[in-house]
């Protein structure tokens, strides 16, 4: 049985840092292609940063580009999003998902990330 579990989100302040984590099981994890999305009330869930094992560079969306850093561990079958000078924009569900080749990608529940004063 495949589990993402996303952990780590909370209530920050503009220009603070959040870590996301998320811990994946049942999938050989360095097969797969892993990725962070998000999704605000009302809008659509949306591709934020994404990372192979392979030692590709990281994609990051321009909205988060320079802010948020996007690692794994194939060990431990972990990922993470470092998310610094957090805006109230980044405001959402976090998701992270795991895709391997064509196959239908596997999706963690989520995790709220709030920022505001």
């Known amino acids: 049985q495949v589990q993402l579990v996303e952990s780590g989100g909370g209530l920050v302040q503009p220009g603070g840092s959040l870590t996301l984590s998320c811990a994946a099981s049942g999938i050989t994890f360095g097969q797969y292609y892993m990725r962070w999305y998000r999704q605000a009330p009302g809008e659509e869930r949306y591709l934020v940063a994404g990372?192979?094992?392979?030692?590709?560079?990281?994609f990051y969306d321009h909205s988060v580009k320079g802010r948020f850093t996007i690692s794994r561990d194939d060990v431990d079958k972990m990922l993470y999003l470092q998310m610094n000078n957090l805006k109230p924009s980044d405001t959402a569900v976090y998701y992270c998902?795991?895709?391997?080749?064509?196959?239908?990608?596997?999706w963690g529940q989520g995790t709220q990330v709030t920022v505001s004063t």
């Open positions: 998902q795991a895709k391997f080749g064509l196959d239908s990608p596997y």
């Open positions: 990372i192979s094992s392979v030692g590709a560079p990281p």
